[in-house]
């Protein structure tokens, strides 16, 4: 296979901005930037979340069974640079109504229970049914607003 020509090909298949939310045993919030999301059905409604094998999100998730995404709307760069570098404390949270922390003035919000964590590849696809969501202003920051690429 083309190395170059895989990747550029991978990296055309368009993104959304999110932020994943999650919680420690011990209560301690967590937020992560991710971008691999998709709906995989409609009854039940069921997301499914990429997470980096080696991540601290993927532990909460695995120990919790849940976690929340955050759409970026339009105009959120500054937030997802924050979290990208780590600056948590600029980013404004508020609580889903199961506790878990999602964007103040984000586009919207789903709160996800997990079903099951396939273990294939670099990444784990946490299944899970969506449980309860909320509408906030604005549309969904695509990945390409940040002029940023994750796939290849």
Request: charge should be neutral; aromatic fraction near 8%; hydrophobic fraction near 40%.
């Amino acid at each position: 296979m083309d190395k170059k020509a895989k990747k550029r090909v991978l990296q055309m298949i368009p993104y959304g901005a999110y932020v994943v939310g999650t919680k420690t045993n011990e209560g301690a919030e967590h937020l992560m930037f991710g971008t691999w999301l998709m709906q995989t059905s409609f009854k039940p409604p069921l997301v499914a979340f990429a997470l980096s094998e080696d991540s601290r999100t993927l532990a909460n998730v695995r120990e919790s069974k849940s976690f929340a995404v955050s759409v970026l709307a339009d105009g959120m760069e500054g937030v997802a640079e924050s979290l990208v570098d780590g600056s948590f404390k600029k980013v404004k949270t508020e609580r889903t109504p199961s506790g878990l922390p999602v964007l103040v003035g984000a586009a919207g919000w789903i709160d996800c229970h997990v079903l099951e964590i396939s273990e294939k590849g670099d990444h784990r696809i946490a299944l899970a049914e969506v449980v309860d969501v909320a509408s906030g202003p604005g549309k969904l920051m695509p990945l390409d607003a940040l002029k940023w690429h994750y796939g290849g």
